[in-house]
């Protein structure tokens, strides 16, 4: 069963597009990479445990979905400034990405 939000919720969940900028494995991390991402109007420090899914390298130039609106978390003693999204089955995790270029900062709606 999923659990249900109503609508008020939803809407203050900040959504946009951000381009990674740069990206680099976190040191005694299996998982985490640092990257710094593109808004638009700003650029942020995102922490996010993608490492076993994708090589840093390959993350540079790339657009995807983030929240921008969460409270900075602190991992490994870095802060994250915003949450990427991705998506993970049994052998597989990917991040959401538009099928087309968009303009970092763009709001989902």
Do not use: W
């Amino acid at each position: 069963m999923y659990l249900m939000i109503n609508f008020e919720d939803f809407e203050k969940v900040d959504l946009r597009i951000g381009k990674i900028l740069t990206a680099e494995k976190v040191e005694e991390s299996e998982k985490l990479v640092k990257m710094e991402v593109d808004f638009g109007e700003e650029k942020r420090q995102v922490i996010a445990g993608i490492g076993k899914a994708y090589y840093s390298e390959e993350l540079i130039g790339k657009r995807a979905v983030f929240v921008v609106n969460l409270e900075p978390r602190i991992m490994m003693g870095l802060e994250s400034q915003a949450m990427i999204l991705a998506v993970k089955d049994i052998d597989n995790m990917s991040i959401l990405i538009p099928e087309k270029e968009i303009l970092p900062g763009s709001k989902i709606s």
